[in-house]
């Protein structure tokens, strides 16, 4: 059987998922500096080809790829922060279990336990926004 989170588990995770926000928010704002200074016109330079345009579009597609996934990283975190003060941290948000503490060290932001986890990736499978 799985145990329960302690108070003394939940200050530690408490204190992980603050600081991964703060290095998340630290890395967005560095994407979007680094964005407004790379515009098209820099990553094609000055002789336009197919090629390199074609460059620039997958450079550009990745880097949004990144602070997107930066940002669901960001909202899960701040999630499970709010569920923390709430009291609400540690319990499924689907059927009120206790998560085991387990589950939790592994995915501090994870909101459901396993079954219910398993349970909405099945019937939300391909959706967006089917978090932990």
């Known amino acids: 059987m799985s145990e329960e989170l302690s108070p003394r588990q939940q200050d530690a995770l408490e204190a992980r998922l603050a600081e991964r926000r703060d290095a ?17 016109e820099e990553l094609v330079g000055l002789v336009r080809d197919t090629g390199d345009e074609s460059l620039a579009d997958l450079i550009s597609s990745l880097d949004s790829a990144i602070a997107n996934h930066h940002l669901d990283e960001l909202r899960d975190v701040e999630a499970a922060l709010r569920r923390i003060k709430l009291g609400r941290y540690g319990y499924c948000g689907d059927c009120g279990e206790p998560i085991p503490a387990e589950r939790l060290q592994s995915i ?22 089917a978090s932990l």
């Open 108 to 129: 501090p932001t994870a909101g459901r336990c396993i079954a219910c986890q398993d349970h909405h990736e099945r019937t939300h499978a391909g959706r967006r926004g």
């Open 24 to 40: 998340l928010i630290g890395e967005i704002e560095q994407e979007m500096e680094h964005s407004r200074h790379s515009s098209m």
